[in-house]
């Protein structure tokens, strides 16, 4: 059975996303380098509230209130509003900003990647 491991991913997207920082600043200067970090950062947050969840949900953790349902509802606006903030603010890139958003993703690929074993 293949498990994923919240600290590796969370470990990951770290590594990830101090790269695609250091990648960005150095083609394409402070600001895109800004809101990739930005976008890594709320990656970061919503992959480790997917994983409290999905604990909640399975009898692992505290059952959901009413407060953890309506921040799963808002998330997307919230995110939104966190991106139309970071691009108007900082002026930076929408791009750097989305692949920022990716850098959770990328790290829970890496993680499968890293526990796939083949049959045998």
């Known amino acids: 059975m293949l498990e994923l491991s919240l ?9 990830l996303g101090a790269i695609g920082a250091v990648v960005t600043f150095a083609g394409w200067g402070l600001r895109p380098a800004a809101g ?3 976008g890594a950062a709320i990656s ?3 992959i480790h509230s997917w994983f409290r969840f999905s604990e909640m949900i399975s009898g692992q953790g505290a059952r959901p209130g009413a407060l953890t349902a309506v921040l ?3 998330r997307y606006a919230l995110i939104a509003a966190a991106a139309y903030v970071t691009i108007k603010v900082l002026g930076s890139s929408p791009v750097a ?18 526990g796939f074993k083949s049959p045998k």
């Open 7 to 15: 600290p590796r991913i969370v470990r990951n997207a770290m590594i």
């Open 36 to 38: 990739f970090l930005v």
């Open 44 to 46: 970061l947050v919503s």
């Open 72 to 74: 799963l509802v808002l």
């Open 97 to 114: 900003m989305m692949l920022g958003l990716l850098v959770a993703f990328a790290a829970v690929l890496l993680d499968l990647v890293a």
